[in-house]
């Protein structure tokens, strides 16, 4: 069974701390994303990775890094929280074909800043 | 990349079956459409997935049009807990390895005793 684990459910930052969350897959895929879902808005992708060390950005990175140093993990940073920045934030993993069923997210965290 | 609307909610009442329909008029000829089913504090659950004409499976079926410009979810005989919401994705491969998927805002669906 596929297992997509987010280090956190919930989490409480103050503005200016610098936020890491983690994402971890087991199924050895090659693709990672990182989206935010706000009410009215859906999911939306912040950034993804197809590779170790790759990333490319998505529809809003603007106040978010990542890194991808071994391919089962992939981080998302929060340089300096700010108040808009919380969210629910998803990680979904998925293999290296979009006509496969393998693609899976993980529980998601709920993150406030203070 | 190609964009998705569908519409905000839809009610319906147990027993019936519900169709959703999804536009994507600028989906590309290597795109391909699938569907989330998401509950709270849930991340999105994979449904389905097809590229055109018809596809089936234990929870639901997709119908896609010959100009791909739309899909429609169809979900047989809704029971309460189907009460969620439901995301039309087209994903666009971008090379080796490499794709990306493109949500839309979702639908929410109630279904109703």
């Known amino acids: 069974d596929v297992k997509v684990t987010q280090s956190s459910r919930y989490l409480v930052k103050r503005t200016g701390e610098k936020v890491f969350l983690e994402c971890v897959q087991d199924?050895?895929?090659?693709?990672m994303f990182w989206y935010r879902q706000d009410p009215g808005l859906g999911l939306r992708l912040i950034y993804f990775?197809?590779?170790?060390?790759?990333?490319e950005k998505g529809d809003i990175p603007e106040g978010y890094s990542v890194s991808r140093e071994k391919k089962e993990r992939f981080s998302l940073i929060l340089e300096s929280a700010s108040t808009n920045q919380t969210s629910m934030y998803l990680c979904?993993?998925?293999?290296?074909?979009?006509?496969?069923?393998?693609?899976?997210f993980g529980p998601g965290t709920r993150l406030l800043v203070l | 990349l190609a964009k998705t609307t569908q519409p905000i909610s839809m009610d319906s009442y147990e027993g019936q079956e519900v169709n959703i329909t999804c536009s994507h008029n600028?989906?590309?000829?290597?795109?391909?459409i699938t569907w989330y089913q998401q509950f709270p504090s849930q991340g999105p659950r994979f449904i389905i997935q097809?590229?055109?004409t018809k596809v089936t499976n234990e929870v639901a079926s997709l119908f896609i049009p010959a100009d791909r410009k739309s899909s429609t979810l169809s979900l047989p005989r809704v029971s309460l807990s189907d009460t969620a919401v439901y995301y039309c994705?087209?994903?666009?491969?971008?090379?080796?390895?490499?794709?990306?998927?493109?949500f839309g805002k979702g639908t929410k669906l109630s279904v109703i005793p």
């Open positions: 600028n989906i590309a000829t290597n795109d391909y």
């Open positions: 979904a993993s998925i293999a290296d074909r979009v006509d496969q069923e393998t693609q899976y």
């Open positions: 994705l087209v994903g666009t491969q971008r090379g080796a390895g490499s794709y990306q998927l493109t």
């Open positions: 199924m050895d895929h090659e693709n």
């Open positions: 990775s197809y590779d170790v060390k790759m990333k």
């Open positions: 097809g590229y055109k």
